[in-house]
């Protein structure tokens, strides 16, 4: 599977060393800033991307991050006898993106979304 991992900047401590703030303010910016990076973690965990090439119209996925009830959002990069895609999920294991023509031969990008 190729995956294009999506980088987010994570914050770093609150500068307040030449900051004069109570020690509950100071808390609770560090707090703030924690919780913070474990959410831009959670983002960053829920998108899987990558791109495919059809082959008689099918293509099958590998990856363990793909669960019925997530989102398989696909986009043409290039078309080669392109048709209607749909998808199939078998949870944990891989995706199936097949065309309803089976000579499409077109390299789609994915990205998944979980729910």
Request: glycine share 6%.
């Given at each position: 599977?190729?995956?294009?991992d999506?980088?987010?900047?994570?914050?770093?401590?609150?500068?307040?060393?030449?900051?004069?703030?109570?020690?509950?303010?100071?808390?609770?910016?560090?707090?703030?800033?924690?919780?913070?990076?474990?959410?831009?973690?959670?983002?960053?965990?829920?998108?899987?991307?990558?791109?495919?090439?059809?082959?008689?119209?099918?293509?099958?996925?590998?990856?363990?991050?793909?669960?019925?009830?997530?989102?398989?959002?696909?986009?043409?990069?290039?078309?080669?006898?392109?048709?209607?895609?749909?998808?199939?999920?078998?949870?944990g294991?891989?995706?199936?993106?097949?065309?309803?023509?089976?000579?499409?031969?077109?390299?789609?990008?994915?990205?998944?979304?979980?729910?």
């Amino acid at each position: 599977m190729a995956r294009t991992d999506i980088v987010f900047t994570r914050l770093d401590a609150p500068p307040l060393a030449d900051a004069e703030f109570s020690f509950q303010i100071e808390n609770w910016l560090s707090v703030i800033v924690d919780v913070i990076n474990e959410d831009l973690g959670l983002i960053e965990n829920s998108f899987v991307r990558g791109t495919v090439t059809l082959v008689g119209g099918t293509a099958t996925v590998l990856t363990d991050s793909v669960n019925t009830g997530d989102s398989v959002f696909t986009s043409i990069v290039t078309a080669v006898n392109p048709g209607f895609i749909t998808t199939s999920i078998v949870d944990g294991v891989s995706f199936t993106l097949t065309s309803s023509n089976g000579a499409d031969a077109s390299t789609l990008s994915y990205m998944i979304t979980k729910i």
